[in-house]
């Protein structure tokens, strides 16, 4: 039946009941209704009783579901009908609780949480930390080192000025093998609310090239120099500031002084001018110390004293130091720490994401195992089949060439990593090129290429670049290119190698 048709008693039909609503149970408070009226249901294909002006009690229908007996509360005046088994014939095909026979109540979760360890992970906001006593014991270190540097000085809220807000930031300082080496809680600015040309100007801060690193590196081992790294404690808090920046007190702790801002005097983390103000403050030390800055790379300092030489490589807070005087280069780092605090770090063995291992016979293994394994566990392919190649020689990759991808930021994401990754990684450098040249609107093709990179890293994960001592610092270098390989514009891809001696540097 559709619609409103007539009964065997001549009541129009009420609108149709789905199963659904057969599988749901009787409110108590409609177990004895007042009035009751017959009812046809198409579904049923029978008869029942809807309220009318007489008090009657209620009496339930016994409906027989695919096997499944269910009593159905529907009141009736007549008494014969009030025990009728009513076959329910659907016609559609959908599956749902009630011919499935799937009638168990819900399941409601309870309000617990899950216990985490916050000794193992990074706490999500400064309220988790300060409950944990290694996190909380870090964020007061923090505290006296801006104390002790003397960081700021609380002043009234100058008018019109920009008062610059802070956070909590955590991080967990790992080794290769992952192991946690100590906890580090800094108090970072939200440099994006400041204004250029208010309170900031310049912030380029130049950092060492990895053609440096390389070239330092092949020159100590052929020399038989040692190598050495250290790293400064708050780096940034040594940074002066030429310019008026205002911050809230810190967030989480007791305020020192109501109503009041911290004027910094020095650089802290999170500032836009920060690493430009450390890299100022330590070449001028430098320089005290009668080291030079190198013509090609500002970032390395070198000395050339009483014919002894000593190199010192930069990046932001962490050095490598290395010279022909293993004496001379203790010196330097103890003038160092009297100055700034630092931590020595003993041989070279871990430096920016870099792993040197060393192999014996004046020879090093420069690797990025670690940091190849946190980008497969990124993109959740710990588990991927490996790959012989990084690209196949057929493949050729153009704009527009499939379907857009889904996701542009993880592929822009991801192809940024390995270009990171082809500092030691050389046989990526021509795939990792040719995907890289389209981050605007990369394409499935272009994703798909992007995953056999990383398969074919997952088949190789232990291998870097090997530098031997060399008998000579003779340059040799090698190019090539094709011919007009590019289909978007016609133009030649090129590439070369240089090798210092036997050790490639670039």
């Not at 949480?113 to 270190?141: E, G, N, R």
């Not at 801006?146 to 609380?154: A, D, F, I, Q, Y």
């Not at 052929?222 to 940074?239: E, H, I, P, S």
């Not at 490589?313 to 630092?342: C, H, K, W």
Request: with cysteine; proline share 6%.
């Amino acid at each position: 039946m559709s619609g409103l048709e007539k009964s065997p008693i001549g009541t129009p039909t009420a609108p149709t009941i789905n199963d659904h609503t057969l599988s749901m149970s009787t409110p108590q408070h409609l177990a004895t209704p007042t009035t009751s009226q017959n009812i046809a249901h198409p579904d049923l294909g029978g008869t029942s009783q809807q309220p009318s002006s007489t008090t009657q009690s209620a009496s339930p229908i016994q409906v027989p579901i695919k096997g499944i007996e269910k009593v159905l509360p529907i009141n009736t005046t007549n008494s014969e009908t009030a025990q009728t088994s009513i076959p329910i014939t659907n016609t559609h095909a959908m599956t749902t609780r009630s011919k499935t026979g799937n009638l168990k109540p819900r399941t409601f979760l309870t309000n617990t949480t899950a216990q985490i360890d916050y000794t193992k992970v990074i706490p999500d906001t400064a309220k988790q930390a300060l409950l944990v006593p290694q996190w909380k014991q870090t964020m007061d270190t923090e505290l006296q080192a801006l104390n002790r540097c003397k960081t700021w000085s609380l002043v009234d809220p100058p008018h019109n000025a920009i008062i610059v807000t802070c956070k909590w930031v955590f991080a967990l300082k790992k080794n290769p093998q992952g192991e946690i080496l100590r906890y580090k809680a800094r108090l970072v600015a939200k440099g994006f609310q400041q204004k250029k040309g208010v309170d900031y100007e310049e912030i380029f801060s130049p950092v060492v090239r990895p053609t440096t690193i390389r070239i330092i590196i092949t020159i100590a081992l052929t020399q038989g120099w040692v190598l050495k790294q250290f790293d400064f404690d708050n780096a940034f808090l040594n940074g002066f500031l030429t310019e008026s920046v205002y911050m809230q007190q810190p967030p989480n702790y007791p305020v020192v002084v109501p109503n009041k801002v911290c004027k910094l005097h020095k650089a802290i983390y999170g500032l836009k001018q920060a690493p430009r103000a450390w890299y100022k403050t330590l070449s001028q030390t430098l320089h005290q110390f009668g080291f030079k800055n190198a013509t090609h790379d500002i970032a390395l300092f070198i000395r050339n004293r009483n014919k002894e030489i000593t190199y010192i490589l930069v990046y932001v807070d962490d050095i490598v130091i290395t010279g022909s005087n293993s004496e001379a280069i203790q010196v330097v780092i103890n003038q160092l720490n009297s100055i700034f605090p630092l931590k020595d770090l003993g041989k070279l063995h871990y430096f920016l994401g870099l792993e040197v291992t060393d192999l014996g016979t004046k020879r090093l293994l420069l690797s990025q195992t670690k940091y190849t394994k946190d980008l497969l566990r990124k993109v959740d392919m710990t588990d991927a089949k490996p790959m012989p190649t990084p690209i196949t020689s057929s493949l050729k990759l153009f704009h527009n060439d499939s379907d857009l991808f889904d996701d542009p930021k993880k592929f822009r994401s991801i192809v940024g990593a390995l270009q990171y990754l082809t500092i030691t990684r050389s046989d990526i450098a021509y795939s990792v090129n040719r995907c890289s040249q389209f981050m605007q609107n990369p394409t499935i093709a272009q994703w798909k290429a992007v995953k056999r990179i990383l398969r074919y890293l997952q088949g190789s994960i232990q291998q870097g670049i090997i530098f031997n001592k060399c008998t000579n610092y003779r340059i040799l270098a090698f190019s090539n290119a094709d011919w007009a390989s590019d289909l978007d514009d016609r133009r030649s891809i090129s590439g070369f190698c240089i090798f210092l001696g036997t050790n490639l540097i670039s």
